[in-house]
Nanobody, 125 residues
Framework: QVQLVESGGGLVQPGGSLRLSCAAS????????MGWFRQAPGKAREFVGA???????LYDDSVKGRFTVSRDRANNTVYLQMDSLKPDDTAVYYC???????????????????RGQGTQVTVSS
């Protein structure tokens, strides 16, 4: 059974940093696109950033230059480094993985066949 388990969320002050982790199990995702979405209260789920199966990456304009997605292929883990956090970044953050190998990063949720349960990130003073 495939599982994506996020961790690292919490409360942080504006301007601060957090690093989210997503540990995958049940399948080797080292050659799959993986990434992150988020959903704030009362808002639709939105794309944050993702890595293609090779080294390509894609980010939403709202997080470019502040957030970085990286991966550890050997440990089947993907990370989201979040710097210069703003109150608008408050949301539940979800890890996603493409069901098929050798895929490209995309902002379309339906391209990802797997999703974690999410971790809460709150940016507030």
């Amino acid at each position: 059974q495939v599982q994506l388990v996020e961790s690292g969320g919490g409360l942080v002050q504006p301007g601060g940093s957090l690093r989210l982790s997503c540990a995958a199990s049940g399948r080797n995702f080292s050659q799959h696109a993986m990434g992150w979405f988020r959903q704030a209260p009362g808002k639709a789920r939105e794309f944050v950033g993702a890595l293609s199966w090779n080294r390509g990456s894609l980010y939403d304009d709202s997080v470019k230059g502040r957030f970085t997605v990286s991966r550890d292929r050997a440990n089947n883990t993907v990370y989201l480094q979040m710097d210069s956090l703003k109150p608008d970044d408050t949301a539940v953050y979800y890890c996603v993985a493409d069901r098929h190998p050798y895929g490209l990063a995309t902002f379309r949720m339906y391209n990802y066949g797997y999703r974690g349960q999410g971790t809460q990130v709150t940016v507030s003073s």
